[in-house]
Protein backbone atom coordinates (compact mmCIF):
# COMPACT_ATOMS: atom_id res chain seq x y z
CA UNK A 1 0.00 0.00 0.00
CA UNK A 2 1.54 3.05 -0.96
CA UNK A 3 0.36 6.44 0.30
CA UNK A 4 1.47 10.46 -0.55
CA UNK A 5 0.84 13.10 1.68
CA UNK A 6 0.81 16.50 0.97
CA UNK A 7 1.33 19.38 2.73
CA UNK A 8 2.42 23.31 2.34
CA UNK A 9 -0.66 24.88 0.32
CA UNK A 10 -2.37 27.86 1.20
CA UNK A 11 -3.69 31.51 0.21
CA UNK A 12 -1.18 33.86 -0.87
CA UNK A 13 -0.84 37.13 -2.29
CA UNK A 14 0.32 37.50 -5.73
CA UNK A 15 4.43 37.86 -6.11
CA UNK A 16 4.49 35.65 -2.73
CA UNK A 17 5.79 32.16 -2.57
CA UNK A 18 4.90 28.53 -1.38
CA UNK A 19 6.62 25.17 -0.66
CA UNK A 20 4.82 22.30 -0.96
CA UNK A 21 6.21 19.26 0.15
CA UNK A 22 4.68 15.59 -0.54
CA UNK A 23 5.79 12.33 1.54
CA UNK A 24 5.25 8.57 0.01
CA UNK A 25 5.10 5.89 2.67
CA UNK A 26 4.56 2.37 1.64
CA UNK A 27 6.14 -0.28 0.18
CA UNK A 28 7.70 0.69 -2.63
CA UNK A 29 11.54 2.24 -1.87
CA UNK A 30 12.24 4.10 -4.90
CA UNK A 31 10.21 5.98 -7.52
CA UNK A 32 11.33 6.43 -10.55
CA UNK A 33 9.93 9.38 -11.19
CA UNK A 34 7.93 12.28 -8.58
CA UNK A 35 6.51 15.47 -9.66
CA UNK A 36 3.49 17.70 -9.25
CA UNK A 37 0.02 18.93 -11.29
CA UNK A 38 -1.93 20.75 -11.18
CA UNK A 39 -6.16 21.49 -12.22
CA UNK A 40 -7.64 25.11 -12.08
CA UNK A 41 -11.31 25.32 -12.23
CA UNK A 42 -12.67 23.86 -15.43
CA UNK A 43 -9.29 22.99 -16.41
CA UNK A 44 -7.86 19.74 -17.44
CA UNK A 45 -4.90 18.41 -14.83
CA UNK A 46 -1.72 19.60 -16.18
CA UNK A 47 2.12 18.44 -14.99
CA UNK A 48 3.63 21.26 -13.34
CA UNK A 49 6.95 19.60 -12.52
CA UNK A 50 8.70 16.06 -12.40
CA UNK A 51 12.13 14.86 -10.91
CA UNK A 52 13.50 11.13 -12.18
CA UNK A 53 15.46 9.58 -9.38
CA UNK A 54 18.89 10.53 -10.92
CA UNK A 55 17.74 13.85 -11.05
CA UNK A 56 16.35 14.82 -14.37
CA UNK A 57 13.89 17.44 -14.35
CA UNK A 58 11.63 19.50 -16.65
CA UNK A 59 8.87 21.73 -16.00
CA UNK A 60 5.90 23.39 -17.67
CA UNK A 61 6.84 26.59 -19.51
CA UNK A 62 4.28 28.51 -17.37
CA UNK A 63 6.77 27.79 -14.08
CA UNK A 64 10.02 27.63 -16.04
CA UNK A 65 12.19 30.05 -13.64
CA UNK A 66 9.77 30.44 -10.86
CA UNK A 67 9.08 26.83 -9.65
CA UNK A 68 11.69 24.49 -8.19
CA UNK A 69 11.63 21.00 -7.72
CA UNK A 70 13.68 18.89 -5.68
CA UNK A 71 13.38 15.35 -3.69
CA UNK A 72 15.44 13.59 -0.89
CA UNK A 73 15.34 10.11 -2.31
CA UNK A 74 16.02 8.84 1.73
CA UNK A 75 12.92 10.13 2.82
CA UNK A 76 10.62 9.38 -0.46
CA UNK A 77 9.91 13.28 -0.32
CA UNK A 78 8.99 15.71 -3.23
CA UNK A 79 8.87 18.98 -2.97
CA UNK A 80 8.20 22.19 -5.15
CA UNK A 81 9.06 25.53 -4.29
CA UNK A 82 7.11 28.50 -5.68
CA UNK A 83 8.21 32.06 -5.94
CA UNK A 84 6.71 34.89 -8.14
CA UNK A 85 2.97 33.31 -7.75
CA UNK A 86 0.37 34.88 -9.67
CA UNK A 87 -3.72 34.03 -9.82
CA UNK A 88 -2.75 32.16 -13.23
CA UNK A 89 -1.36 29.80 -10.27
CA UNK A 90 -4.21 28.84 -8.14
CA UNK A 91 -5.37 24.93 -8.70
CA UNK A 92 -5.35 21.90 -6.88
CA UNK A 93 -1.85 20.80 -6.76
CA UNK A 94 -1.27 17.15 -6.51
CA UNK A 95 1.55 15.16 -6.03
CA UNK A 96 2.37 12.20 -8.14
CA UNK A 97 4.51 9.10 -8.15
CA UNK A 98 5.31 6.54 -10.70
CA UNK A 99 7.67 3.31 -10.16
CA UNK A 100 8.61 0.76 -12.68
CA UNK A 101 8.51 -2.62 -11.88
CA UNK A 102 11.09 -5.66 -13.30
CA UNK A 103 8.48 -6.28 -15.52
CA UNK A 104 8.58 -2.51 -16.99
CA UNK A 105 5.05 -2.20 -15.44
CA UNK A 106 4.17 1.40 -14.56
CA UNK A 107 2.70 2.12 -11.37
CA UNK A 108 1.13 5.33 -10.71
CA UNK A 109 0.00 7.10 -7.38
CA UNK A 110 -1.44 10.09 -6.69
CA UNK A 111 -1.69 12.16 -3.24
CA UNK A 112 -5.34 14.01 -2.25
CA UNK A 113 -4.51 17.49 -3.40
CA UNK A 114 -3.65 20.74 -1.45
CA UNK A 115 -5.39 23.96 -2.86
CA UNK A 116 -3.51 26.91 -3.69
CA UNK A 117 -4.53 30.00 -4.22
CA UNK A 118 -3.04 33.42 -5.46
CA UNK A 119 -5.08 36.28 -4.60
CA UNK A 120 -4.31 39.47 -6.57
Known amino acids: QVQLVESGGGLVQAGGSLRLSCVAS????????MGWYRQAPGKQRELVAG???????NYVDAVQGRFTISRDNAKNTVYLQMNSLRPEDTAVYYC??????????????WGQGTQVTVST
Open 96 to 109: HAQYSSSLSQKYDY
Open 26 to 33: GSIFLFDT
Open 51 to 57: ITSGGNI
